[in-house]
């Protein structure tokens, strides 16, 4: 009694898939890398240059308080007191 093969057995089906996959790379266009920026990231490199300035004042300060150079003026505070705790 000879038994005939049922189905396709000699069919690998991921070779099939790896030959088409294969083939559409093949036949695609190369994919070309691109970068864009958004805005909030050119915002982020603007508020990196206020820091920039801001640690050029720290620095300065810190240099007139160790040279002993630094003076306060009260009257500037107390406005800026009154001014934060009134919501101005």
């Known amino acids: ?12 089906p991921y070779k099939r898939n790896q030959n088409k996959m294969d083939e559409i790379g093949k036949a695609g266009k190369p994919a070309a890398d691109k970068i864009e920026i958004s805005s909030a990231a050119k915002e982020m490199q603007e508020v990196s ?17 160790q040279s002993g150079n ?17 919501g101005q």
């Not at 009694?1 to 690998?12: D, F, L, R």
């Not at 206020?50 to 007139?64: F, H, I, N, P, Y």
């Not at 630094?70 to 009134?86: R, V």
């Open 70 to 86: 630094y003076t306060i003026d009260p009257k500037a505070i107390a406005k800026g007191l009154k001014n934060f705790y009134n």
């Open 1 to 12: 009694m000879k038994i005939n093969s049922i189905g396709n057995q000699n069919i690998n």
């Open 49 to 65: 240059k206020l820091g920039k300035e801001r640690q050029a004042r720290v620095e300065s300060l810190k240099d007139q308080v």
